[in-house]
């Protein structure tokens, strides 16, 4: 099972900063199959990012994600306050598909 | 529009069964390379993947709870169907159902139903 470490567990940053995100893999994972997610308060997580780099449709470009073999990143270039939200990492590529524990990012 | 809905009860008791049913729209699961899946998060937790069946009845079960999960689903009522005996308390989680393509990342969720483990 590939087990998924996201850091920082909280990050605390003001609007208009830039956030990055980071999700370390206990394995080598496939770049296709790394992505992440966005969850608010009440909600049911969404899709941000899908191979590592791709955006799903509608999300704005200020998100990216980019890395490579057991290092992936997800990268907020100026934070928007609907942005702050728990984000999490997952690889679809082997089974059993594993989630990272998730970063909260919260307004400083 | 692909859309998604769990329904089932909101409170078992510990050592029952939970029978969990997603009913889906805007596609298929005879279509090749189709999944639905199920996720749960116990509140204030992280999400936790438990099963996936696929377009041609194949099943994948998180390996730590594969003895107590059971997936199915009915194409014909565009359902499956999660059974997780012998609950718990600390199977108290938000239950969400989700859809996927081949291998790809789950890009439709339904909105979670949350099930309460307690006597």
């Known amino acids: 099972e590939i087990v998924l470490t996201q850091s920082p567990g909280t990050l605390s940053l003001s609007p208009g900063e830039r956030a990055t995100l980071s999700c370390r893999a206990s394995?080598?994972?496939?770049?296709?199959?790394l992505g992440w997610y966005q969850q608010k308060p009440g909600q049911a997580p969404s899709l941000l990012i899908f191979g590592t780099s791709n955006r799903a449709t509608g999300i704005p470009d200020r998100f990216s994600g980019s890395g490579s073999g057991t290092d992936f990143t997800l990268s907020i270039s100026r934070l928007e306050p609907e942005d702050f939200a728990v984000y999490y990492c997952?690889?679809?590529?082997?089974?059993?598909?594993?989630f990272g524990q998730g970063t909260k990012l919260e307004i400083k | 529009q692909i859309t998604l809905k769990e329904s089932g009860p909101t409170l078992v008791k510990p050592t029952q069964t939970l029978t969990l049913t997603c009913t889906f729209s805007g596609f298929s699961l005879s279509t090749s390379g189709v999944n639905v899946g199920w996720i749960r998060q116990p509140p204030g937790k992280a999400l936790e993947w438990l099963a996936l069946i696929y377009w041609d009845d194949d099943k994948s079960y998180s390996p730590s709870l594969e003895r107590r999960l059971t997936i199915t689903k009915d194409t014909s009522k565009n359902q499956v169907v999660l059974t997780f005996t012998n609950m718990d308390p600390v199977d108290t989680a938000t239950y969400y159902c989700?859809?996927?393509?081949?291998?790809?990342?789950?890009?439709?969720w339904g909105q979670g139903t949350l099930v309460t483990v307690s006597s």
């Open positions: 394995q080598t994972v496939d770049s296709r199959f």
């Open positions: 997952q690889q679809y590529g082997s089974l059993p598909r594993t």
């Open positions: 989700v859809h996927s393509t081949w291998s790809s990342a789950f890009g439709y």
